[in-house]
């Protein structure tokens, strides 16, 4: 090779990077130099001089990173196959690069030094110990020319501690002779570290003030950053015993830099890693020398000058660091306080307490939700909780909480100092929103932890502040924009707070607070404790409290609410609570107005409802005296047709049942309840009624969708039509939801509930309202049968002009589905226009759930009685299961949730032949075909992307359509899940879970849970040759759809309890092999998931495992793994075939069966055609350990092996 050459082939690289890196260059251009540079990088021989000739100082910076790049490239991807004179020459060059080849700390740009650092790692990587033994010596050296070096030297030191522990990039055993290597020099290196932070910072510190040595002073200041920063990296993971030694001389430094503005966020990132470190109590112990005098001096008085400069963003991440330490010194007091270890309190923890509740009362939000989790841990810790100190500390606690409460601090704001420090922590009102939900909800718990300790302090706060509130004149604020001229009309003009009103804020924390402090007082204190005259007092006050704004209202009904369990000790002020409530279900901001109603007054008229539901489900004993006054309310509202909504009327209704079954009394609960269901029966089963219910014609023309409507806004003449069906459905639901026997069996025995036992011994029980649910279950499934009709095609062409989308999603429940946030300020004050359109949808979505909670709530209520009905099988197929092929997604899940599961759940065993598997056998059928044909559309999708502007907004489309086919398919899995398998010790209660978030962390070790079990349904499903396949061929289909939250559950759950089930027959070779293959294709699939892969390895395990030795055709399956290696498969089948071998431990032959597929697991698209980087293993450092014990025990089959393990 020639000079010239290099500097020919170096002008070209030039120019090419020139032209890759200039903004002006064309697409085509840019492409062609980038092509000629990866070329070079991959084949030209002689990288290494042009990289150094490129790396020169004088040439330009981009040109110089790339140079350093080459250089990077060949020592990644050609070490393994250079000479060892070249890699020595390369090595050279490299450490004379950071000798002499770099500008100096200053000016060098900070992508060279990264570069560089880079290179000198990747080499240690790969030689050190063995091969470059005086590595650390050549890095001492390099430190003593000077800062520039030394601040790459830190560089270097930082990124093999991140390679090699935190990120763990190389194989296993290069890893552990450098960690090795590393553990046994770090007493060197943390000297050197330190050493070198010291020096650094004591010239630092001197120079600073002498602006001539300015220059000087910000390189110290520099390599001082850099060490901090290496420090940081190694204090993670290094034996505590550095950390601490020398009498914690590192913690003293890190505390004293605090107070240097340049180096103290560094500091504190130490601090914060050091007092964060877990391990044994016994090493931990010297940390606590951070409550000594000194340490907690520098930390506050660092504290107090930062929050002193007023808020500049360096100061203010500064302050976040420390509120950070004060709370990782609190863990490591709770954990060491009490425990075995002999720590005493702390002489300052006083001291301690003051500061944190300087950072609990701080003004920015953010500040103070940071500290509500220690606060927690020390109201709750055995020791401290007693400890005087901190019991001083609730009351100013509370207090501080009373402030933190009120919502203020939007970042758009300017109405409250925390605003201007919510603008560097959030990035919309709608993030603070969320955030301060969750912060509010923390400091409720830990609020009742306080009150645990001091509940009357915390009721007498209440007390005051709710009084306060009650007398405070009303403060709305200034108008919002939102509610503007426009919305004045429907009030009376007069101002009405918004949810930003001063008064509405405070109001909004009061009753926050109360009710917190309220509910946790009943629960520490005995019955005599109970201040009941002061509880009793404050309810007379908030009962005489009279407003006409909603939003306050609506914390009046709470506070109303949460004063309640005072009635229990004076049943006399019953009947007036219940007179507020009542008073409230009515509630109109002006009598008589045309207008809508605000969202605000809908909320209050529900609140009272919802409250006054709530009582009689918590109190119904308190409650039965006054029976008849409620009765009689609620029949005056109910008399009058417009006064109340439907929703309104059945929560009225509802809590009516819930007080007569207090009756226990059957026959008077029956005739109640067919009093109170008379005019339901009567509308429900009128001709009229029964002609629109069982005819999908009638039903549209019925409910006005067949109309074109002039102005969608104001006219609608069905309304009315729509709101009878409606209260009939609603009806029903509340009885059948709400109806019980008693609970305990002498009282339902009695009251004559009970009608005889099951074959088990178990007790069948009447319900009261069965027989006026049953007379309307007719009508009912007349109702469920036309509804899915509605969807067939020539119907929805009969839909009227307006009304064309009327079966469509509401925009609510899409931005549901679709993760998008609810805009935050809900426009409280304006009246709620909707149009004729959106309340047809709303009327469609609604029936169409509550009809299938009626049905799903039917089994657990009336039991045999439901069960039994004459041909209910049949009936149920040909009303709720017709016409599903028209169905969309969005209407079948709800169906499976709310009705099929729970009536599955609760039928009992004698029913499964006559009514679940008849039912079940064509359901399960249907969904697989239906599941696989979506997901075969979503895969061909993702295959061709093709560009489709059909709609008006296809990709959100196609998002939507594609999220609702996965929350589907975790419906049916579930359903499947729940109706085969018994999980010992879980609940059967996964419906919040169904809809969990994708990002649900995922265990990466995952074993199926060995109890497993097929339930008595599962089996019985199993036994008909029909279901069984259409279980056995969803479950393993779906372990290829792309869903990863449903694979993982499926494969630990669901998959090999089914085909345990059916080991014992004769399965077709064809069959088995497409079992094993499906949980291959799966891997494939979900591989690059950590905990989806551990779940299927284990699965296919099981699988080769249990069938290979009756199916050779497993072993065909596995020959066609890209990449397996056959001589290693023969040696597994061996093994698993010859019965005579001892077994090798589960682990072994597990990791063996692993490395046999890995050819078939799914990689991580940044990953897929990533270059591979390839480590050689160097000679080992450690005298090889004496052949493993399983081995040695084996040879010995005479048992001596066995004997001599116990020697001593």
């Not at 499906?1078 to 591989?1087: A, E, R, W």
Request: glycine content about 4%; proline content about 5%.
């Amino acid at each position: 090779m020639s000079a010239e050459q290099v500097s020919s082939l170096c002008e070209q690289l030039v120019k090419a990077v020139t032209v890759i890196m200039d903004p002006a260059s064309t697409q085509r251009y840019r492409l062609e130099a980038l092509k000629f540079c990866e070329e070079f990088k991959e084949k030209c021989p002689i990288c290494v001089p042009c990289g150094l000739k490129l790396a020169e100082k004088t040439q330009t910076a981009i040109v110089r990173h790339f140079g350093l790049q080459i250089l990077e490239h060949v020592v990644k991807f050609r070490w393994n196959n250079m000479p060892r004179l070249e890699k020595v020459y390369l090595k050279n060059n490299v450490m004379g690069l950071i000798s002499s080849g770099t500008q100096s700390i200053l000016e060098e740009e900070s992508h060279i030094k990264d570069v560089l650092s880079r290179i000198v790692v990747e080499m240690i990587k790969r030689e050190w110990p063995q091969h470059w033994p005086d590595m650390l010596k050549e890095l001492d050296t390099l430190s003593k020319q000077g800062e520039t070096q030394t601040e790459l030297v830190m560089f270097i030191l930082l990124r093999l501690a991140e390679d090699v522990v935190t990120f763990q990039t190389l194989p296993t055993q290069r890893r552990r002779d450098i960690q090795q290597t590393l553990t046994q020099n770090m007493e060197k290196i943390f000297s050197f570290l330190l050493t070198t932070l010291q020096q650094n910072v004591n010239k630092y510190r001197r120079m600073k003030a002498d602006l001539a040595q300015e220059p000087k002073a910000q390189a110290n200041c520099r390599v001082g950053i850099a060490a901090l920063n290496t420090l940081a990296g190694y204090i993670d993971w290094v034996a505590l015993s550095h950390i601490t030694a020398d009498n914690c001389k590192l913690l003293e430094m890190l505390c004293l830099l605090l107070n240097e503005p340049e180096l103290q966020i560094g500091a504190a990132e130490c601090l914060l890693i050091a007092v964060s470190r877990k391990g044994k109590l016994e090493d931990r112990k010297p940390l606590m020398v951070l409550f000594g005098d000194v340490a907690m001096h520098y930390i506050l008085s660092a504290a107090q000058t930062a929050d002193g400069e007023g808020l500049v963003e360096k100061h203010y991440v500064f302050l976040k660091r420390l509120c950070q330490v004060l709370c990782a010194l609190g863990s490591q007091l709770c954990a060491l306080l009490g425990s075995d270890s002999d720590v005493e309190m702390p002489t300052n923890f006083g001291k301690y307490l003051d500061s944190f509740l300087a950072f609990t009362t701080h003004p920015s939000q953010f500040l103070r939700s940071s500290t509500q989790i220690t606060w927690g841990a020390l109201f709750r810790h055995e020791v401290l909780s007693r400890d005087p100190l901190l019991l001083a500390m609730i009351p100013k606690y509370l207090r501080a909480s009373m402030t933190n409460l009120v919502k203020v601090g939007f970042p758009s704001k300017t109405d409250s100092t925390s605003c201007e420090y919510s603008r560097f922590d959030f990035d919309s009102d709608e993030d603070f929103n969320a955030f301060f939900n969750s912060f509010r909800a923390q400091q409720g718990e830990v609020m009742r932890m306080a009150c645990r300790l001091d509940p009357r302090t915390g009721f007498q706060m209440a007390g005051e502040w709710l009084k306060y509130q009650l007398t405070a004149p009303v403060d709305t604020g200034p108008m919002n924009s939102c509610s503007s001229v426009l919305f004045l009309s429907a009030k009376t003009g007069e101002g009405l707070c918004s949810i930003f009103s001063p008064s509405f804020v405070q109001w909004d924390a009061m009753t926050f607070f109360s009710e917190s402090v309220i509910s946790q007082m009943f629960r520490t204190l005995d019955k005599d404790e109970i201040p009941v005259n002061d509880g009793i007092d404050l309810l007379q006050l908030v009962l005489n409290f009279e407003t006409k704004d909603p939003l306050i209202l609506s914390c009046v009904l709470t506070n109303v609410s949460a004063l309640f369990p005072f009635v229990t000790y004076r049943p006399e002020y019953l009947p007036q609570v219940l007179s507020k409530l009542f008073a409230s279900v009515t509630f109109e901001v002006i009598e008589e107005s045309k207008a809508p109603r605000t969202r605000a007054v809908k909320n209050v008229r529900r609140h009272a409802c919802s409250s006054i539901i709530k009582m009689c489900r918590d109190y119904p004993q308190l409650v039965l005296p006054n029976f008849e006054m409620l009765y009689n309310h609620v029949k005056q509202l109910l008399s009058n047709e417009l006064l109340l909504t439907q929703m309104e009327k059945c929560a009225l209704m509802e809590a009516l049942v819930l007080i007569s079954n207090q009756f226990k009394d059957y026959e008077r609960q029956k005739a109640f309840l067919e009093e109170l269901m008379a005019p339901v029966a009567g509308l429900w089963l009128s001709p009229e009624m029964q002609r629109v219910l069982s005819d999908p014609e009638a039903f549209i023309s019925y409910v006005g969708a067949d109309n074109k409507i002039a102005d969608p806004v104001l006219e609608d003449p069905s309304g009315l039509n729509r709101s009878r069906i409606s209260f009939c459905v609603y009806t029903i639901l509340g009885v059948v939801k709400r109806a019980r026997w008693p609970t305990v069996p002498e009282e339902a025995k009695a009251g004559g509930f009970l009608v005889g036992y099951m074959p088990s011994g178990s007790p069948v029980y009447r319900n009261p309202c069965t027989e006026q649910v049953l007379k309307l279950l007719d009508n009912l499934l007349a109702l469920i049968r036309t509804h899915n009709n509605l969807y067939m095609p020539e119907m929805v062409a009969r839909l009227g002009e307006t009304f064309a989308k009327a079966l469509d999603m509401l925009e609510v429940e899409k931005n549901a589905i679709l993760g998008l946030p609810q805009p935050l300020l809900e426009l409280y004050d304006s009246p709620v226009y909707k149009t004729v359109l959106e309340r047809m949808q709303g009327f469609f979505c609604t029936l169409y759930d509550n009809c299938f909670h009626i049905l799903g709530n039917a089994g657990p209520s009336m039991q045999q009685d439901f069960y039994t009905v004459e041909g209910l099988a049949t009936q149920l197929l040909s009303s709720a299961f017709i016409n599903l092929n028209n169905i969309p997604d969005y209407r079948l899940r709800p169906m499976l949730r709310v009705f099929v599961k729970p009536l599955v759940l609760s039928c009992p065993s004698e029913n499964y032949e006559t009514l679940v598997c008849p039912m079940l056998g064509p359901l399960f059928t249907y969904l697989h075909m239906r599941l696989s044909q979506k997901w075969q559309v979503i895969s061909q999708r993702s295959m061709l992307c093709e560009d489709d502007a059909a709609d008006d907004n296809p990709e959100s489309q196609e998002m939507l359509e594609e999220q609702l086919v996965r929350l589907l398919t975790r419906e049916v899995m579930d359903l499947i899940t729940v109706c085969c398998v018994s999980k010992k010790g879980v609940e059967h209660n996964t419906t919040a879970a169904v809809d969990g978030d994708d990002d649900e962390a995922m265990a990466t070790e995952v074993t199926p849970p060995a109890s497993a079990e097929l339930t008595e349904l599962g089996k019985c499903l199993m036994k008909q040759e029909d279901v069984c396949t259409a279980l056995l061929i969803t479950a393993y289909a779906s372990l290829s759809w792309k869903d990863t939250l449903s694979c993982q559950r499926t494969t630990t759950q669901l998959c090999w309890p089914l085909l345990k089930q059916v080991l014992p027959g004769n399965l077709l070779p064809d069959a088995v092999s497409w079992f094993f293959t499906s949980v291959l294709k799966g891997l494939q699939t979900h591989g690059q998931h950590d905990g989806c892969m551990a779940a299927l390895v284990h699965l296919a395990f099981q699988i080769y495992e249990a069938l290979r030795p009756r199916y050779v055709e497993l072993k065909a399956v596995m020959e066609q793994i890209p990449d397996i290696q056959r001589d290693s498969l023969e040696q597994f089948d061996s093994k698993l075939l010859n019965p005579t071998l001892q077994k090798v431990a589960d682990k072994r032959r597990k990791d063996h069966f692993k490395r046999l597929i890995t050819g078939c697991i799914g990689k991580p698209l940044g990953e897929q055609f990533r270059k591979e980087v390839h480590i050689r293993n160097l000679p080992s450092l450690f005298k090889k350990v004496k052949p493993s014990l399983e081995t040695d025990v084996l040879e010995n089959e005479d048992g001596e092996g066995l004997t001599a393990l116990f020697e001593p």
